[in-house]
């Protein structure tokens, strides 16, 4: 089975820090992505990447910036956390189209509170 | 540009009856079309897909959806729904604009099945 974990389920954080938000897939999937969940909104992708080192913006990149620097890990980074930014954030990974499924999987999500 | 559209945001249905969660996109190409499902505290899994081929796909917990290419709608189905389908429902869209690998993800339809 794959497996996406995440670092944390839940985590708070304080206005102004610094946030980084980790990611592992074992299934060996060149694309990774980063998504914020919202009531209402849905998923909102954030930043993705298809390759090592490689990454493009999502919909809603302003606020975060991203790392891959392994194919198996995909880090979130909150450069100064903001109120605004306080939401359910899930990573999630797949091959690249038309390789496999195109089935993209889910890590269990992680809860940011920012106060 | 991809955009989905979820009409419903809660669905309530007692059990045993059937229901249908209707989902519609807007892309001017070739598209792959998604239901995932997300139980309560759980991250998203996929309920299944459409690619290519039989309009009419099927989940193996007897959930269906039809590819309808005119009216650009994937609405999903299940003629006796259980009280283990609560859940949250996305609906999502990639196309050929992107390769088919970036997914844009509908605002999510909540089934609330009552016993």
């Given at each position: ?6 670092s944390s389920r839940?985590l708070?954080?304080r206005?102004?820090?610094k ?8 299934m060996?999937?060149e ?11 849905g998923?909102?992708l ?11 913006k999502?919909?809603i990149p ?8 392994k194919k198996?890990r ?5 450069e ?7 939401s359910m ?8 189209s ?5 089935t993209?999987?889910?890590?269990p999500g992680?809860?940011l509170?920012?106060? | ?20 969660l ?15 499902v997300q139980?309560p505290?759980?991250g998203?899994?996929l309920l ?14 007897g959930?269906?959806a039809?590819?309808n290419?005119?009216?650009t709608?994937?609405?999903l189905r299940k003629?006796?729904?259980?009280i283990?389908?609560?859940?949250e429902?996305?609906?999502?869209v990639?196309d ?8 844009i993800?509908?605002p999510?339809?909540?089934l609330?099945?009552?016993?």
């Amino acid at each position: 089975d794959v497996k996406v974990t995440q670092s944390s389920r839940y985590l708070v954080k304080r206005t102004g820090e610094k946030v980084f938000l980790e990611c592992v897939q074992d299934m060996d999937h060149e694309n990774m992505f980063w998504y914020r969940q919202d009531p209402g909104l849905g998923l909102r992708l954030i930043y993705f990447s298809y390759d090592v080192k490689m990454k493009e913006k999502g919909d809603i990149p302003e606020g975060y910036s991203v790392s891959r620097e392994k194919k198996e890990r995909f880090s979130l980074i909150l450069e100064s956390a903001s109120t605004n930014q306080t939401s359910m954030y899930l990573c999630a990974s797949s091959f690249p189209s038309g390789v496999a499924t195109d089935t993209q999987y889910f890590g269990p999500g992680t809860r940011l509170t920012v106060l | 540009a991809q955009s989905v559209t979820q009409l419903d945001s809660q669905v309530p249905v007692f059990e045993e009856a059937p229901v249908e969660l209707r989902c519609n996109y807007s892309s001017s190409v070739s598209v792959y079309l998604f239901w995932y499902v997300q139980y309560p505290n759980q991250g998203l899994q996929l309920l299944l897909k459409y690619l290519s081929g039989s309009t009419l796909v099927e989940s193996i917990n007897g959930f269906e959806a039809e590819f309808n290419k005119s009216q650009t709608s994937f609405h999903l189905r299940k003629p006796s729904v259980h009280i283990s389908d609560t859940a949250e429902y996305f609906c999502a869209v990639s196309d050929e604009e992107t390769s088919y690998d970036k997914v844009i993800f509908g605002p999510g339809t909540s089934l609330s099945v009552i016993p």
